[in-house]
């Protein structure tokens, strides 16, 4: 069996971190313009990652054979469908009154306590989930392109919560930007999880 290295690998957080600027910077220079408010394109691009992404790990946990993997793609999923309810006005959409409580306010909070709690009952009760296993996951590239969407979430996060005192339009379009490249990697991961 191949040891893997414990180490994150610089070639690929280079091309990442290079993929990510010149996006950004195009979208500046190209389409300063484009709609980064509510429901606006950047906003919808956003909603159509995360959905492809929770559709693809949700098709990786029915396919896999280990349970382990079946309850990782499983949190996976959640996880899409977590940033899709934040990221998507459901009380706006046409859609059936029991939809919306699901996917709005106090129902959301409900219904995704109540999934996250379900996955962690299973969690503990296939506990022999091996600790090199995770560290092997994270270290893979799958799991190191996961790490570059938390990054670009959290810095989106930073944005939002005006961290870096920008102007407040200047501070949108940076945190939806990079939002959407958040979720584009969160997308990528789940193509390679697949693939794997």
Sequence with gaps: MIKMEKRLDSKLWGINIGISIFF???????YPEINTEEDGIVETVQSIFIVLAM???????????????????FGLSLLSLTFLLRELDVEKFDLPSFIIML?????????????????????????????NKIVSF???????????????????????????????????????????????????????????
């Design 24 to 30: 950004i910077l195009s979208v500046l220079f190209l």
């Design 138 to 196: 994270l270290f893979s590239v799958p799991g190191q392109i996961l790490m570059f969407s938390a990054l670009m979430l959290v810095l989106g996060a930073m944005m939002d919560k005006n961290i870096f005192s920008l102007q407040n339009l200047t501070t949108r379009f940076y945190e939806e930007l990079l939002e959407l490249l958040g979720y584009c990697y969160l997308f990528s991961a789940s193509l390679l999880r697949i693939k794997q």
């Design 103 to 131: 996917g709005s306010g106090a129902g959301r909070n409900l219904l995704l306590g109540s999934l996250w709690i379900i996955l962690l009952l299973f969690t503990f009760k296939y506990k022999s989930v091996e600790k």
């Design 55 to 73: 559709a693809l790990f949700t098709y990786h946990a029915f396919i896999s054979k280990e349970i382990k993997a079946k309850l990782a793609s």
